[in-house]
């Protein structure tokens, strides 16, 4: 009779760690879904315009399968390992969901898949809370304090690291392929401009604005409508027709974005063809200035083409870890560990594999080449001597002391006159 008395309420807690473990799962699995129904909605069922599903396969496929697996695995997985997969999807989740409904969401108002989008931010904190309640309850109280909270100390450290390394430069990598500039309705760049439309090499319609030339060369100033416009006044002062327009996945453009300036080519190989196709072009006097991820896309793409005269590429840097591995020390490695999984973000998020080195891409430009970079730049922009040693054509290289494509506003008079000197001797042999 005693015996039987003792294991009913240990049948009783039993049932009662079993009840709570199933509900549990329950809430995981549908928060995992609810990420899941946004993923397939994002990248399927509503994608950018001028994209369809087959170019989002490895985006949606390769997120959704984590989900599943998470949601397959998590009831045989020990408490401390439920609590951790929470915790990483559900940031995903937030990330993910709220994203671009917090970014654009304000200005443009809630649209597409905005609402699964908030579902899916909101599945995310739900698996928060989760993760909290079953890290807490299935905290271990085993051995003596000293190593209880040694352990959670270390655990500590180890969840601030692979934020860092891991989860950071994730979450980076798909905000930088899921949100851009909004659009720009109107500009100034110094004089009437005719709005137009072209196709990148790749198919995609781009929208941007054309200055007729006064001096018979043309410039295509890039990337985007907003961020252009004073160096584009500079040029147009000047007499030289200009061209700029919003990159793919930005503005009015088609296409999905990418902060890093993956298939950016395309981009500038269709504004060449636009270019060369007018009757008010001079095919043999087309030059680009392009600005940080610009003057990046601007070399790829005269190792591409033979049909630029001439390249200003002001803040070039980094696009992948290829690049931040151009010069490698024990100090860079923690930059080197972060740029990879970065890397490996984007080529995901991105259905794009990373574009080659720049200093490779240098190697095969013949075009003259006025590389600028800023002694406080950007992420690789001080590669700028490797790029330069790597130029086989006509060569400049300017070091400004200030901050990243700040050459115009920090040093207005000599930029203009080196700049402009430098596309007058290129492209107009003067």
């Known amino acids: 009779?005693?015996?039987?008395?003792?294991?009913?309420?240990?049948?009783?807690?039993?049932?009662?760690?079993?009840?709570?473990?199933?509900?549990?799962?329950?809430?995981?699995?549908?928060?995992?879904?609810?990420?899941?129904?946004?993923?397939?909605?994002?990248?399927?069922?509503?994608?950018?315009?001028?994209?369809?599903?087959?170019?989002?396969?490895?985006?949606?496929?390769?997120?959704?399968?984590?989900?599943?697996?998470?949601?397959?695995?998590?009831?045989?997985?020990?408490?401390?390992?439920?609590?951790?997969?929470a915790t990483v999807l559900g940031l995903f989740g937030i990330v993910a969901g709220g994203v671009e409904a917090i970014y654009y969401g304000p200005d443009e108002g809630l649209s597409g898949d905005d609402f699964t989008g908030l579902l899916?931010?909101?599945?995310?904190?739900?698996?928060?809370?989760?993760?909290?309640?079953?890290?807490?309850?299935?905290?271990?109280?085993?051995?003596?304090?000293?190593?209880?909270?040694?352990?959670?100390?270390?655990?500590?450290?180890?969840?601030a690291l692979a934020g860092f390394f891991v989860l950071m430069p994730l979450f980076l990598s798909y905000g930088f392929t899921h949100v851009a500039r909004l659009e720009t309705p109107s500009g100034n760049l110094g004089a009437p401009y005719e709005p137009v439309s072209f196709h990148a090499r790749d198919g995609l319609r781009l929208d941007g604005w054309f200055v007729p030339s006064r001096?018979?060369?043309?410039?295509?100033?890039?990337?985007?409508?907003?961020?252009?416009?004073?160096?584009?006044?500079?040029?147009?002062?000047?007499?030289?027709?200009?061209?700029?327009?919003?990159?793919?996945?930005?503005?009015?453009?088609?296409?999905?974005?990418?902060?890093?300036?993956?298939?950016?080519?395309?981009?500038?190989?269709?504004?060449?063809?636009?270019?060369?196709?007018?009757?008010?072009?001079?095919?043999?006097?087309?030059?680009?200035?392009?600005?940080?991820?610009?003057?990046?896309?601007?070399?790829?793409?005269?190792?591409?083409?033979?049909?630029?005269?001439?390249?200003?590429?002001?803040?070039?840097?980094?696009?992948?870890?290829?690049?931040?591995?151009?010069?490698?020390?024990?100090?860079?490695?923690?930059?080197?560990?972060?740029s990879g999984v970065m890397t490996a973000g984007m080529a995901v998020f991105s259905d794009r594999l990373p574009p080659p080195s720049l200093e490779a891409l240098a190697g095969r430009v013949g075009t003259p080449v006025f590389l600028i970079y800023a002694a406080r730049g950007a992420g690789g922009e001080d590669n700028q001597p490797q790029y330069y040693a790597a130029l086989r054509g006509p060569k400049r290289l300017w070091k400004i002391d200030t901050s990243h494509t700040h050459g115009l506003a920090a040093r207005p008079q000599e930029y203009e006159r080196r700049v402009t000197a430098f596309f007058d001797r290129t492209l107009r042999g003067s």
């Open 1 to 85: 009779m005693s015996v039987a008395a003792d294991q009913a309420p240990a049948r009783s807690r039993l049932r009662e760690r079993v009840t709570a473990a199933r509900a549990e799962t329950k809430v995981a699995t549908a928060a995992f879904a609810a990420i899941a129904l946004h993923i397939l909605d994002d990248t399927f069922v509503q994608p950018e315009p001028g994209t369809s599903a087959a170019d989002n396969l490895v985006s949606g496929l390769v997120p959704v399968a984590i989900l599943i697996g998470a949601a397959v695995a998590y009831p045989r997985l020990r408490p401390g390992l439920r609590a951790a997969l």
């Open 120 to 159: 899916a931010a909101a599945a995310g904190l739900v698996l928060l809370l989760l993760a909290t309640r079953t890290a807490w309850r299935g905290r271990s109280r085993d051995g003596s304090r000293i190593r209880r909270y040694g352990v959670r100390a270390a655990l500590v450290v180890a969840w």
């Open 215 to 338: 001096n018979g060369a043309t410039v295509i100033v890039y990337p985007g409508k907003k961020g252009t416009q004073s160096h584009a006044r500079m040029l147009v002062r000047h007499g030289y027709g200009v061209l700029v327009f919003d990159r793919r996945g930005e503005g009015t453009s088609e296409g999905d974005p990418n902060a890093l300036g993956w298939g950016f080519d395309q981009d500038l190989l269709g504004a060449i063809d636009y270019l060369r196709g007018r009757d008010d072009v001079d095919p043999r006097r087309i030059g680009g200035l392009g600005l940080s991820v610009g003057g990046e896309a601007f070399l790829q793409t005269a190792a591409e083409t033979s049909s630029l005269g001439a390249v200003v590429s002001d803040g070039a840097g980094s696009r992948s870890v290829r690049e931040d591995t151009v010069r490698t020390s024990v100090q860079k490695v923690p930059e080197i560990v972060f």
